[in-house]
């Protein structure tokens, strides 16, 4: 005899309800049964075939048996990225990036804070330097210097060597590097010389920023623009001529790879054209402290910056090649990668 107890929990009831209370119950299910799908029953219905329920008995443990096994197999999963986690998860940010992001944070705030007190003392000097001295403007350079040392010191160090090497103070000359990081200029401007960089004209815009670059005279180039290269070597050239120093980062860029890459020749020609020296400068350290492409970091560390014996002549490309096998060999010495140049 089969009662309903022998029923899966949750299953329907088997039947309709009887016609009237008076009706008597049979412990027997209902001949109706047959027409529910058997898939709701553990147990064979009275007049069933024994076979035929137990093949759909061995088919549903089978696909309960898979389905089970399929979510075991995706919670382990699941839980081994969890506790392993990719390169870019925020487990690993929190361990690894946090500090330096803070430090970031901290230099960029301390770089604006300076920035706009020293600006205002730029800009109540403005006229004095622009009838005295409008073309070195030695005095926005100098309040520079002071705004570059006070964000760069409390977060990274600097060691000079070759100062001797510096032209005097009123000769004018061009000077070229290497570039690897956003630090770079800060750490130039640290030297107090009164050059004028070339950057990026949308540089410009940067509240604070880019109009104390304005009034210190650096030149603007949109670097898509042929036109705009050719005026800003030939305005190069106007200042080397009347006194003024200007400076180049041959790369044109940033290195992505950290490896020294091919030079422009604009700015030896320039060079070849007045007759000036040409300084090379090598920066090591930079790209560590804040690589390309992660402004946002700052990692403890110190900056070497070296300055080479300045060359002469009258040839762009000799000189071009001369500044760079400086700059590549002392890379190399240290352990900085090259590329081959063209």
């Not at 020293?118 to 520079?144: E, S």
Request: proline fraction near 7%; glycine fraction near 8%; charged fraction near 20%.
């Amino acid at each position: 005899m089969v009662t309903f107890s022998s029923l899966r929990p949750f299953d329907p009831l088997p039947f309709s309800p009887l016609a009237s209370s008076s009706s008597s119950i049979n412990p027997r299910i209902p001949s109706a049964l047959p027409r529910i799908q058997l898939g709701f029953l553990r147990i064979p219905p009275q007049g069933s075939s024994n076979g035929r329920f137990d093949r759909i008995s061995e088919l549903h443990h089978r696909l309960g048996y898979t389905t089970h096994q399929r979510r075991r197999r995706d919670m382990l999963v699941r839980s081994e990225i969890a506790r392993t986690g990719p390169s870019s998860s925020p487990h690993k940010f929190s361990e690894f990036q946090l500090v330096p992001r803070i430090r970031g944070v901290c230099f960029y705030t301390v770089s604006a804070v300076s920035a706009i007190f020293l600006f205002t003392m730029m800009l109540v000097a403005h006229p004095f330097v622009m009838l005295f001295d409008r073309y070195r403007r030695r005095a926005h350079h100098l309040i520079a210097k002071a705004w570059a040392v006070l964000t760069v010191a409390p977060f990274y160090g600097i060691r000079f060597k070759g100062l001797e090497n510096m032209p005097l103070a009123n000769a004018p000359a061009v000077y070229v590097s290497n570039h690897r990081s956003f630090l770079d200029t800060y750490t130039l401007l640290t030297l107090g010389k009164s050059f004028k960089f070339i950057s990026k004209a949308s540089i410009f815009v940067i509240p604070i920023i880019g109009w104390a670059m304005f009034l210190m005279g650096i030149i603007p180039l949109h670097r898509m623009d042929s036109r705009s290269q050719l005026d800003c070597l030939k305005r190069c050239i106007d200042l080397v001529k009347k006194g003024a120093s200007v400076f180049f980062f041959p790369e044109g860029t940033r290195s992505k790879d950290g490896k020294l890459g091919s030079f422009k020749k604009g700015a030896f020609s320039i060079a070849a054209k007045t007759g000036v020296l040409v300084v090379p400068i090598t920066l090591m350290g930079t790209g560590e402290i804040m690589p390309p492409g992660e402004e946002g970091l700052l990692n403890p560390g110190m900056v070497e910056v070296v300055i080479h014996k300045p060359i002469k002549g009258s040839n762009a490309e000799a000189l071009c090649r001369e500044a760079r096998n400086v700059i590549a060999s002392t890379l190399v010495h240290h352990g900085y990668g090259v590329h081959h140049s063209d």
